[in-house]
């Protein structure tokens, strides 16, 4: 398990620790989902559409119907979920 620092800046702003980016592929511009777990502060990487694109079975992408636009949004969400559950 890594362990870095990080100092909040005046504007709340906080940088991610290089050990810590080593580890976890972390992009420019990615995006972090942010939980409050008891008293920890639990930073989560948000996956791209890209990475998920493996999630459906068939392993294509849905046509334009909205039923297969919603199934389509469900799967992505539950995927999402279960791999945001998992510990390192």
Same mark, same amino acid.
């Given at each position: 398990?890594?362990?870095?620092? +990080? ?18 592929? =972390? ?35 849905? *046509?334009? +119907?909205?039923?297969?636009?919603? *199934? =389509?949004?469900? *799967? ?13």
């Amino acid at each position: 398990m890594t362990t870095a620092i +990080s100092t909040i800046t005046s504007k709340w702003q906080v940088t991610i620790p290089e050990e810590v980016r080593k580890d976890l592929p =972390f992009k420019v511009g990615q995006k972090i989902s942010w939980e409050i777990e008891g008293d920890k502060l639990v930073g989560r990487r948000i996956r791209s559409i890209s990475e998920l694109a493996g999630c459906l079975k068939s392993g294509a992408l849905p *046509a334009d +119907s909205d039923d297969d636009q919603g *199934a =389509f949004d469900n *799967a992505v969400l539950a995927r999402y979920d279960r791999i945001s559950r998992q510990k390192p």
